[in-house]
């Protein structure tokens, strides 16, 4: 599934085509993806404009004039594909697929765009979905009413990370991972993350606070780390994991930065360390991490 650099890279390759134009014509080829189109889903895009496109964990946000919102979650295999006019085979905005190609099969919804561009929507295993609802009501919707702060905003802070953490018995990645505290942060980046701050995911997320509240060392580390590693994965165009692309149509790169995901068995990055990678499982999700250097 692909994680927030992923979404945003995306982002980023959806917007000059989208962002300040209207919908000319939109073409829902099917009834639902993971779940129903909302009711009049064309009639309610068609003539409209989409003021902007923003990102809120892993959704895309598109605010359209009148006062609605179009989110859209990729799922699994989720992929848009832009042609412009006189463009041979078009490019993808951060096409992501688990091995699915572009067969037109599953091409699911095509916007038609003011200016020539057209956006397709492809997703074969039909995991993602689209919503339309009034934007006065994001906030209570239930895809986003549990959502925690976002890990590029100016809220993640030791002082935040130390108050969510404070007292709890759940161990680091786990608590790392829970959209209600930090929305968008999945598994290879909170590896990532903890491998560069030096801490092991199997310690109890309570180390991040003192007894007194105040933040911990361990704290101090992590949030800047966090947005470090994001950041990074953003300037390389996200992590290619079985075909992902950006909007030029090349791979994303980040994963060859890597220093734990993927690597078990290697020796640690880490100058000095003389570890090796491990590979254990938490909650069902593979977690890698050198057990000599993160405590």
Known sequence: MPELPEVETVRRGLEPVMSGRRFIRVEQRRPDLR?????????????????????????LMVEIEGGEVL?????MSGRFRIAMPGGPNGRKAGAFALDAGDDP?????????EGGATITYNDARRFGYMSLMPATEVPSHPHFRNLGIEPLGPLL???YLAGAAAGRKSDLKAFLMDQRIIAGLGNIYVCEALFRAGLSPRRRAGVLARRSG???????????????VLEAAI??????????????????????????????????????????IRRIVQAGRSTFYCPQCQR
Request: hydrophobic share 30%.
């Open 71 to 75: 989110a859209m979650h990729l799922g």
């Open 105 to 113: 099969a599953h091409d699911h919804v095509v916007f038609t765009m």
């Open 35 to 59: 779940f129903p189109f909302p009711e009049d889903f064309p009639a309610r895009l068609q003539g409209r404009r989409a003021m902007g496109i923003d990102r809120r964990a892993k959704y």
């Open 235 to 276: 300037a390389a165009g996200g992590s290619t994991l079985r075909d992902y692309k950006h909007t030029d149509g090349t791979l994303g790169y980040f994963q060859h930065d890597f220093a734990v995901y993927g690597r078990e068995g290697e020796p640690c990055p880490r100058p000095g360390c003389g570890g090796r």
């Open 157 to 159: 802070t030791p002082e």
């Open 214 to 228: 105040a933040p911990s060392d361990h704290a101090a580390r992590l949030a800047p780390v966090i947005r470090q």
